[in-house]
């Protein structure tokens, strides 16, 4: 072989910006053979050195191991499946490391206790079964034992989170958050609350879908747009037309009793943890955000207590 084709370490480490220390240790591990050495002993490489140094060190930075870059470079692999299989193994590394990033931020914005963030990570780290029958057993609890014609297999599917394949950062962040949620007691027995209070409602005239909150809403909210003082006269006949049509949902007489059962389910409904399941769910199901609608609910219960309060005068 030609002089001019022999390079020391101290020649590749010039050509490639590797430290020789670098060099050494992978030509130690067999990635990047010496072709011979000279008179004084030391390694001599061939032309094609660099290029195979150059092949290692891409290989290295994109965190591929040293017993698959050997096979890489040996030829018993090809750079294409090497390539695939990393990309898989990052795909994975990046689905853990967006869940602690999550965990972390959920803990931190909380200022939580050791076992509030032991509870986080438990979460965080399910698997899709177990993520599966956790919502399950809460949305079990809520419609277990209610009657099958009220509708409740439809609203179950639209309260069921799918955290998809490769979730982005808000949707792993909202599913540690909303994953919590479903082991709040206090948040578990408001939807079973929820639930009970629909199928009462459906009970006196079955097959009507809309509830007492879309009915209300479809009222309430152009006067609430017009900025309508839900205690003032002029949220009489606002009020009367939601009742009106509660009324003929639940096949009962417009009277107070009517009223202060439509006061119960709109309270219920006003619950913060009701609208923040809600959004959470929209967020990790990729779905536009919903409405909000705690304005109209305010703006209904005040017009329902002040009229409850003065009939009871």
Known sequence: MDDETHYSIGDLARRTGLPVRTIRFWSDRGLVPPTDRGP????????????????????????????TVRRAVHREISLPEVAAAHA???????????LRRAVLTVIARRDSTVAQADLLHRLAGLAEAQRRRLVDDLLDAAFTGLPADAGFGGIR??????????????????????????????????????????AADRAGTPGVRRDAVAMVRQQVGPALAAG??????RADPVLAAATDRYARLCGRPDDADLRRRLLDRLESANDPRRERYEHLLSVVNGWPPG???????????RALRARTR????
């Open 40 to 67: 004084s002993g030391h390694r001599r490489y061939g032309a094609e050195a660099a290029n195979r140094l150059n092949l290692v060190r891409t290989l290295r930075e994109l965190g591929v191991d040293l017993p």
């Open 157 to 198: 599917r639209s309260l069921t989170p799918e955290l998809p394949d490769d979730p982005d950062d808000d949707q792993v962040e909202a599913w540690v958050e909303l994953a919590e949620l479903t082991l709040d007691p206090e948040f578990r027995a408001l939807l079973r609350r929820l639930a009970e209070q629909h």
């Open 88 to 98: 898989d193994a990052l795909a994975t590394q990046i689905r853990l490391l967006r």
């Open 291 to 301: 409405e909000n609608l705690t304005p109209v609910l305010d703006w209904s219960i």
């Open 310 to 313: 003065a009939a009871a005068d």
């Open 228 to 233: 309508v003082d839900p205690t003032s006269p």
